[in-house]
Antibody, heavy 124, light 111 residues
Framework: QVQLVQSGAEVKKPGASVKVSCKAS????????MHWVRQAPGQGLEWMGI????????SYAQKFQGRVTMTRDTSTSTVYMELSSLRSEDTAVYYC?????????????????WGKGTTVTVSS | SSELTQDPAVSVALGQTVRITCQGD??????ASWYQQKPGQAPVLVIY???NRPSGIPDRFSGSSSGNTASLTITGAQAEDEADYYC??????????????FGTGTKVTVL
């Protein structure tokens, strides 16, 4: 079955970087995009960016431009999200989610499978 | 970047019908997808496209769209439907991969 397994919780100090991994299984890794979404405590979902595992191209939310880097390793079917210059406001659960793009009568864009999330805590 | 606006909270009596709306300019060009999130859990896709349910999602969940507004309807709400619901859509900014945006979220309480 399709699964996304994320790396474990992280505790970082302000100014540091964090790299979260998401290992995919149960499908052809390079055939589907991958999104990263985060959720601060008690807050809503926030889209961070998307990577195409086939060629490695990315698109990032303007808010995170210059601070986020998404990469992939096709040999291990793993995508990574690295966020730098961490501040307390980056404390959140970070999710990876498989991105679907389906042409029916119109293009449908959605996220059909999600990882369980990785908690990142930024504290001095 | 675009925004998607949802009512913060709605309540529905057990077995009754509730509609959750999502408004934003991007919805004039792209269909919304809808996600259910229960406390401490990852979001789950419930509706995508014009009105499509993934396997395993009950048929009491349905979606519709008109102009800049997308709606998620739960017909015959059950206790287990109590959750936060988020809409999401692609928008026209960014490169060929696009940018995406989530709605502000609606907390559904089943009375």
């Amino acid at each position: 079955q399709v699964q996304l397994v994320q790396s474990g919780a992280e505790v970082k100090k302000p100014g540091a970087s964090v790299k979260v991994s998401c290992k995919a299984s149960g499908y052809t890794f390079t055939s589907y995009y991958m999104h990263w979404v985060r959720q601060a405590p008690g807050q809503g979902l926030e889209w961070m960016g998307i990577i195409n595992p086939s060629g490695g191209s990315t698109s990032y939310a303007q808010k995170f431009q210059g601070r986020v880097t998404m990469t992939r390793d096709t040999s291990t079917s793993t995508v990574y999200m690295e966020l730098s210059s961490l501040r307390s406001e980056d404390t959140a659960v970070y999710y990876c989610a498989r991105g679907m793009q389906q042409l029916v009568d119109h293009y449908y864009y959605y996220m059909d499978v999600w990882g369980k999330g990785t908690t990142v805590t930024v504290s001095s | 970047s675009s925004e998607l606006t949802q009512d913060p909270a709605v309540s529905v009596a057990l077995g009754q019908t509730v509609r959750i709306t999502c408004q934003g300019d991007s919805l004039r060009s792209y269909y919304a997808s809808w996600y259910q999130q229960k406390p401490g859990q990852a979001p789950v896709l419930v509706i995508y496209g014009k009105n499509n349910r993934p396997s395993g999602i009950p048929d009491r969940f349905s979606g519709s769209s008109s102009g800049n507004t997308a709606s998620l309807t739960i017909t015959g709400a059950q206790a287990e439907d109590e959750a936060d619901y988020y809409c999401n859509s692609r928008d026209s900014s960014g490169n060929h991969l696009g940018n995406y945006v989530f709605g502000t979220g609606t907390k559904v309480t089943v009375l």
